[in-house]
C-alpha cells in the first residue's frame, strides 16, 4: 500500500478520470477540465468514468459496485492513477486504493500538484509547500513512510528526518512523528511568509497615491497576454493552465498624463483549494489593493459562464467583490467561430470584446480604463509656486485648464480634473487646492 503513495506527482503516468454528479445536471458536469488539468500535470488519460448519484457512499464515495467497475478498467488499461474530479475524505482515498490497487488522486491533490510543477520563485514554492502541508495534515495516514515523500518537505533537512534524538520514545507510531514534522514545518512556512508579506505590504504602501489596477480572470484566460500587449511585461505566455504563479506589476501609461500600476495574478480555477487561497494570501494582496480590476475572461471557452462564477465566487472570498470592475471578453477572434460570444454579449452587454493577441479594441479597454481612473470630474482652484512646475504641467496633461492667472510668483489655476486623481495632485505639493464643486 505504501508504495502507492510514494509521491502525488502524476506526471507521465496513465490516468483515468472519475466524476460523480450530485443532483440536476450543470454545465460543469463534462470532464473536460479535470481532463486539462490532468494534461497539465503530465497524465496521459487513458479513459474516463462518470456516475449520477443522489448519495455519496461513505467509504468509497462511489459505491463498492462502481469500485469494482473501476478496478476492471484500470487493469485493462494499464492505469498508473485514478483521477476524481471530486474532493475525497482520508478514508475514501484508503478504501478506494485498497480495492482498486492503484494511487488515487482528488482534484485538490491534483491542482496542487500542478502548482508544485509551476512554482519558480521563492515566495512561490513557499506558498505551494505551505498549501500541500495544510492539504495533507489532516489525511496524515500510514499510506505515507515518510514525510519527505508528502510534501518534498527534504530528507536532508531537519523537517524532512525521521527518526533522530528526540523521536524515538516507546511505542510513538510514524504518524505522530509525521503530524509533529508538519506542526513544525507549517510553523517555519508561515513565519518564513509573513516576511515576505511584510515586504510586499511595504511595497504596496510606497505605492499610496498611484492609481492600481489588477488583472484577474480563470486560468489560461489571456491575463499574461494582455498583460504584455499593454505593458512591456515580456511576461511567460503559454496555451496551458497555470502557466504562471508569480505577480508582475508594471507601468502603464494609458493615455497622456495618465499612468497607473498594472498587475498580474495567479489564474482561478473552479473549487480552487482553499488552502492555495490562503498560502497565496500576499500574491492576492494585488487584487485586494486594487482601485480597478480588469476580469479576463476566456469569450471562446463553451464553460465561460461557469468561469465568470468561479472567479466572481474567489474574489468575494478575498474581499473583493465590492472593487470597481471592466469586463473583458478575450479572444474574441476566436469565439465569434465557435457561437459563444452571443450568449456573453447578451447577458453582459457592458462588457468590452477584445483580443489581447491580435490588438483587438485595446483603444476601448483604455479609454473605459481611463474613464475609472479620472471619476467624477471637479472643478478646482488651485494655487502652486512657479518654480513648481510640476503641478501646471500635471493639471494640462491630466485635466482641462479654464482659467490661468499669476500673482506674485504663485500661480492661480482654475481647472476641472477627475476625482480620482486628486491624490495625485497633493503628492505634487501646491501650495493649496480649493474643490469649487463636485
Not at 494534461?39 to 443522489?54: E, N, S
Not at 494499464?78 to 474532493?87: E, L
Not at 484577474?216 to 505593458?231: I, M
Not at 482561478?268 to 480590476?293: C, G, M, W, Y
Request: proline share 2%.
Amino acid at each position: 500500500m505504501e508504495k502507492l503513495r510514494e509521491t502525488l506527482k502524476v506526471r507521465k503516468e496513465r490516468a483515468i478520470l472519475v466524476g460523480v454528479i450530485q443532483g440536476p445536471r450543470t454545465q460543469t458536469d463534462s470532464l473536460a477540465e479535470l481532463k486539462a488539468l490532468a494534461k497539465t500535470a503530465g497524465a496521459i488519460v487513458v479513459d474516463t468514468f462518470q456516475q449520477k448519484t443522489h448519495t455519496i457512499n461513505p467509504a468509497t464515495y462511489i459505491g463498492s459496485g462502481k469500485a469494482t467497475e473501476l478496478t476492471e478498467r484500470a487493469r485493462c488499461n494499464k492505469t498508473d492513477v485514478i483521477i476524481f474530479d471530486n474532493d475525497l475524505s482520508p478514508r475514501q482515498i484508503r478504501e478506494l486504493e485498497g480495492i482498486i490497487r492503484v494511487k488515487v488522486l482528488d482534484r485538490s491533490e491534483l491542482i496542487l500538484d500542478i502548482f508544485a510543477t509551476r512554482a519558480k520563485t521563492k515566495q512561490a514554492k513557499l506558498q505551494v509547500e505551505l498549501a500541500q502541508l495544510e492539504y495533507t495534515y489532516p489525511r496524515l495516514t500510514r499510506m505515507w513512510s515518510h514525510l519527505d515523500t508528502v510534501a518534498g518537505a527534504g530528507g536532508g533537512t531537519a523537517a524532512g528526518s525521521v527518526g533522530g534524538i528526540g523521536t524515538r520514545g516507546p511505542g510513538e507510531q510514524q504518524l505522530e512523528i509525521d503530524r509533529r514534522l508538519v506542526t513544525k514545518r507549517i510553523t517555519d512556512l508561515k513565519r518564513d511568509l509573513a516576511k515576505i508579506d511584510d515586504r510586499r505590504i511595504r511595497e504596496i504602501d510606497a505605492r499610496k497615491g498611484l492609481y492600481k489596477i489588477c488583472l484577474v480572470g480563470y486560468t489560461n484566460a489571456g491575463k499574461s497576454t494582455l498583460l504584455n500587449a499593454l505593458t512591456d511585461a515580456d511576461a511567460f505566455v503559454e496555451d496551458r493552465l497555470f502557466a504562471t504563479l508569480d505577480t508582475r506589476t508594471r507601468k502603464w501609461t494609458v493615455a497622456r498624463g495618465a499612468q497607473v500600476l498594472l498587475s498580474d495574478t495567479i489564474g482561478f480555477v473552479r473549487n480552487l483549494p482553499h488552502q492555495l487561497i490562503a498560502s497565496f494570501k500576499a500574491t492576492l494582496e494585488e487584487a485586494v489593493n486594487a482601485d480597478l480590476l480588469i476580469h479576463v475572461v476566456d469569450a471562446a471557452n463553451p464553460e465561460s459562464l461557469s468561469q465568470i462564477e468561479s472567479v466572481d465566487k474567489v474574489l468575494a472570498e478575498i474581499g473583493c467583490s465590492e472593487h470597481s470592475k471592466v469586463l473583458a471578453l478575450n479572444k474574441v477572434d476566436i469565439a465569434k467561430k465557435t457561437g459563444e460570444l452571443e450568449v456573453l454579449q447578451t447577458l453582459y452587454p457592458a462588457a468590452l470584446c477584445i483580443s489581447a493577441k491580435t490588438g483587438l479594441n485595446m483603444e476601448q479597454l483604455s479609454n473605459a480604463v481611463l474613464e475609472n481612473y479620472r471619476g467624477t470630474e471637479i472643478l478646482l482652484r488651485v494655487a502652486s509656486s512657479q518654480s513648481n512646475g510640476k503641478v501646471q504641467s500635471f493639471l494640462r496633461a491630466s485635466g482641462k485648464i479654464i482659467e490661468e492667472s499669476y500673482r506674485d510668483g504663485t500661480v492661480l489655476t482654475q481647472a476641472r480634473l477627475g476625482l480620482n486623481q486628486l491624490a495625485q495632485l497633493k503628492r505634487l505639493s501646491p501650495d493649496s487646492i480649493e474643490i469649487m464643486h463636485g
